[in-house]
Structure formats: structure tokens, C-alpha cells
């Protein structure tokens, strides 16, 4: 079938948001065009207001197999992510839902209200084997709409009372209201963050994050983490070729300056969906330059939009990508990062008595 645009949300709805379009996702049999009959009012056009969904999962923990990820297990207490990033990995999971990875992803946010509930039963289980728990790592567990929802904080509560370790991911300065539930836990060896950096320039943060925490509220997030004696790294995530790569040593040098003890980075990643938004997107903010950043991205994936083998989706091959790797290292080397990372402990996990039960004689 021909994928026609579906371009059934105004474009003047979308001020403010990553995405520009709202194309069907691949499963969809059917695609929607908006038609101007000329009957259409220029003036006084709403903008496009985000819905909370109620999510249906019946399991909280989500178990990772690929061998090019550090962790095992992970928690999303969202589905869809009102930051707007528009070269968000995770995109194409709405077309799952029959939504659009376009704008649907970033207005119709899918929440998990009894994650807590969900997340004291599994860890309760009797056969359960405490790993790290990685959030972050596909929807931002401190969206905007987290500010409210609380989803997130009731999970970590969970965790502190199992004193089981988590590894968080975040775009936002949001984090820093729980600090009084990390820090604990960061004291015992359960907690560590890593704030995602991508650009220390506001105007070009706002055009590919609208949503997220500004660059600079996200290092001084990092400062006061350290403060309160909470592990913090940077994530300079995505590197895009003649876009951002340019700030890769300022970026981990203001980090370094907050305090950030680790970093890592990943290329920019443009599967399924999320190359034509990209595109899109380029092609609208960065009009002269998006055929050059394009190019180098073809370089570093073989010739393609997107290289799909295990860790080479994460770092890219060829000369270009392997320039990349080489200021990195030298960068980390130089600033003092990664050179005393502690792993998170296990031993400290307990699953605290329920009501009714026996307490242990020993």
C-alpha cells in the first residue's frame, strides 16, 4: 500500500512540540488526510494538549536480552514521552499501540498508576533474584507529567524498602524532588543517575527537546546530585554528525565541572519511523545543513539511515564514527571520568515482612 502523509493534526497545533507530523504508524491499514476547505480559521488555533491514558500492564519489570546493553531489567512507569525529542529511539513503540510516533508519541502518554503495586509483588516473588534495575531507558521516567502523577517516586519508595539498587536516566531537573529517597540509597550502594546532555545551546536543546529541562538546569542538576552524595554521570546522547558533535568536550567538560564522575555517549539512532521525522525535522531547523548531517550519518552506518547490528547501533563504524570514539576517550581521560566507578550492591536486598507474616528468628 502507498503510505500516504497523514497530516489529520493541523501543523499549527504541533508549536511546541519535536515532532512536525503525525504519521500512521506501520501497522495501520488505513493513513488520514487533513484537507483545507478553505474554511479554516487561521486565528485562535489551539495547540495540542497531552492525555493521560491509563496503561493495562499486569507486570512491571521489563527483562532485556541484547548483548549491547548494560542492564538486565528496567522499569517505564510511561509509555510515550512529552519531552519531544524528536530523535527519540522509542518513537516507533507507539505504532504498537496503533498510535502515530510522530506527535501522538509526545501528546497521548500512556501512565502506569499501580506500578508501585505492580513492582511490591514482583520483587516479592519467591523465586526473584535482585539485578539492578535500570528507568530511563526508553521513555523518561521525569516527564513533565511525573510532576503530578508521582509514578515514578512511588516506584523508588518500593525499592528503598527492598533496598534494591536502581540506575536512572533522565533529561530532567525533576529528579532532584526525590533526593530525599535517592540520597538513602545512594549511601547504601542502591542509587546512581546519569543526566542526558546533548547540547549546552538553548535555542538548538528547545528545537530538538521542547520539552525537557534546559541544558544548563540539567548540569546543575548533576552539581546538586553530588551534593547530596548521589553517584552522577552525563550521557551525551545522541551524537548527531554536524549537528552536535562539535559540543562533545564542552558538554562532558561542564558535567566534569558539576561533579559527574562517569559518561558515555551513543550515535544517534534512526530506526523505522524515526528517519522520516528526523528528516522532517532537519529539514525545517536546519535547512542547510541536514544533506551534510545526513551523509555523515550514511558514513557511520554502511551506507545507511540505520545499522541495526548489535553494537554497532550504538557507536557506528567507519572513519567519521571512529574519530567520534577517539575525542571521546581523550575527552573522559583528560576531564578524570570513569575512573573510579563503583557497581551497584545486591547483598543489601531484603523483602520486608508483610503484614501477618513471621518475622525471621536470625
Not at 512491571?60 to 541484547?66: G, Y
Not at 549511601?187 to 547540547?199: C, N, Q, W, Y
Not at 571520568?337 to 543489601?348: D, G, H, I, K, M
Amino acid at each position: 500500500m502507498t503510505t500516504v502523509l497523514d497530516i489529520s493534526i493541523d501543523s499549527r497545533r504541533l508549536r511546541g512540540r519535536g515532532a512536525l507530523s503525525n504519521d500512521s504508524g506501520r501497522f495501520e491499514p488505513h493513513s488520514r488526510v487533513l484537507i483545507d476547505d478553505g474554511w479554516s480559521n487561521d486565528e485562535g488555533v489551539p495547540s495540542l494538549k497531552t492525555q493521560v491514558l491509563k496503561d493495562s500492564s499486569r507486570t512491571i519489570i521489563a527483562r532485556n536480552k541484547s548483548p549491547d546493553i548494560s542492564f538486565d531489567q528496567s522499569i517505564n512507569p510511561y509509555k510515550g514521552c512529552e519531552h519531544g525529542c524528536i530523535y527519540c529511539f522509542a518513537r516507533p513503540t507507539h505504532a504498537w499501540l496503533g498510535l502515530s510516533p510522530g506527535a501522538d508519541f509526545e501528546s497521548r502518554i500512556f501512565a502506569k498508576p499501580n506500578a508501585a503495586e505492580l513492582l511490591e509483588r514482583e520483587l516479592s516473588a519467591p523465586g526473584y533474584v535482585p539485578k539492578v534495575v535500570a528507568m530511563g531507558t526508553n521513555t523518561d521516567p521525569y516527564q513533565p507529567i511525573e510532576r503530578d502523577m508521582r509514578i515514578t517516586r512511588s516506584i523508588l519508595e518500593v525499592l528503598l524498602k527492598f533496598r534494591h539498587p536502581v540506575g536512572i536516566v533522565t533529561k530532567s531537573a525533576l529528579i532532584l524532588r526525590d533526593l530525599d529517597i535517592l540520597a538513602p540509597m545512594a549511601e547504601m550502594g542502591l542509587a546512581k543517575v546519569a543526566l542526558s546532555v546533548t547540547t549546552l545551546d538553548r535555542t538548538l536543546a528547545r528545537a530538538m527537546e521542547p520539552r525537557a529541562s534546559t541544558p544548563q538546569r540539567r548540569i546543575d542538576a548533576i552539581r546538586s546530585l553530588r551534593q547530596a552524595g548521589v553517584p552522577a554521570g552525563v550521557m551525551f546522547a545522541p551524537v548527531i554528525p554536524a549537528l552536535n558533535d562539535e559540543e562533545m568536550e564542552r558538554v562532558l567538560g561542564a558535567a566534569a565541572e558539576a561533579g559527574a564522575q562517569s559518561a558515555g555517549y551513543v550515535l544517534l539512532r534512526l530506526p523505522l519511523e524515526i528517519k522520516d521525522l528526523f528528516r522532517e525535522w532537519l529539514d525545517a531547523n536546519e535547512p542547510g545543513r541536514a544533506g551534510h548531517v545526513m551523509s555523515l550519518i550514511r558514513q557511520m552506518r554502511g551506507g545507511k539511515d540505520y545499522d541495526s547490528q548489535w553494537h554497532a547501533r550504538m557507536k557506528g563504524s567507519g572513519v567519521y564514527a571512529e574519530m567520534i570514539a577517539q575525542r571521546f576517550h581523550l575527552a573522559v581521560k583528560r576531564l578524570g571520568l570513569n575512573r573510579e566507578l563503583v557497581p551497584l550492591v545486591l547483598n543489601r536486598f531484603k523483602k520486608p515482612p508483610r503484614l501477618g507474616e513471621q518475622l525471621d528468628l536470625l
